[in-house]
């Protein structure tokens, strides 16, 4: 391969990294943002907890507790959801700094 071709090569593979950066960035801000919903449901699920043992029962208050636990479930699998995605850009990132090493050592 010609230099020329060698430099091409690595400018690919740079802007094909910088693209990746960019996507862990985007997903770390999203597992933030669904870390930090988690958290709220979790102080909701503790007030109407908190409530039903002061006042008992009411079908409200149930109600409110089990649409909590089933908006925390959702968070829970988004959250992981976003963390295997997370994982796998990083994967793809490792391949990509291999494969940078390999161009720089053939230079």
Do not use: F, P, Y
Request: a negative charge.
């Amino acid at each position: 391969m010609t230099e020329g071709s060698e430099t091409a090569r690595r400018d690919a593979l740079l802007a094909r990294r910088l693209h990746l950066v960019a996507s862990v960035s985007a997903l770390t801000a999203e597992a933030l943002r669904l870390n930090q919903k988690r958290a709220g449901i979790e102080m909701d699920v503790l007030r109407l907890e908190l409530e039903i043992g002061r006042s008992g029962a009411n079908a409200q208050l149930v109600r409110d507790l089990h649409e909590a636990e089933q908006s925390m479930t959702a968070i829970v699998q988004a959250c992981a959801a976003c963390e295997d995605r997370i994982i796998a850009v990083e994967a793809d990132i490792e391949e990509l700094d291999r494969r940078l090493v390999a161009t720089a050592n053939k230079n």
